[in-house]
């Protein structure tokens, strides 16, 4: 595995990202795209919508209910003609296997990732 040189962040410029447990409660496939699934999540006190280029790795019923980790304080922007709201965040290995990050324990909706 090559090794990437990235720049590193300062304590400050980490505590400025909003990461907060979310519940998938919709999850629909964008007709339009191979790739793409909205997805409505729940965070305690507000629900957002994002678009996720996940649809290769799981079906929307496959998501419905799980608990996962996003970024809120992404800027918003238009997918497919979708305001997407935050990102779910997922990791992939060097066989492009994809896996979205869940918590290890149950947790309430909206907990913050510290």
């Keep these: 595995m090559a090794t990437q040189e990235i720049a590193e962040i300062s304590f400050i410029d980490f505590e400025k990202?909003?990461?907060?447990?979310?519940?998938?409660?919709?999850?629909?496939p964008i007709p339009e795209s191979k790739k793409l699934?909205?997805?409505?999540?729940?965070?305690?006190?507000?629900?957002?919508?994002?678009?996720?280029g996940i649809r290769k790795y799981y079906t929307p019923e496959a998501?419905?209910?799980?608990?996962?980790?996003?970024l809120l304080n992404l800027q918003h922007r238009m997918i497919?003609?979708?305001?997407s709201q935050c990102m779910i965040l997922a990791a992939e290995d060097e066989a492009?296997?994809?896996?979205?990050l869940q918590p290890e324990k149950d947790l309430e909706e909206g907990s913050k990732i510290r």
Excluded at 63 to 70: A, P, Q, R, T
Excluded at 96 to 100: K, P
């Design 37 to 52: 699934i909205k997805i409505i999540v729940d965070f305690g006190t507000e629900q957002r919508q994002a678009v996720a």
């Design 17 to 28: 990202l909003d990461l907060r447990i979310g519940k998938i409660l919709e999850a629909t």
């Design 96 to 100: 492009e296997n994809v896996s979205v």
């Design 80 to 83: 497919a003609g979708i305001e």
């Design 63 to 70: 998501l419905i209910g799980k608990k996962c980790v996003f």
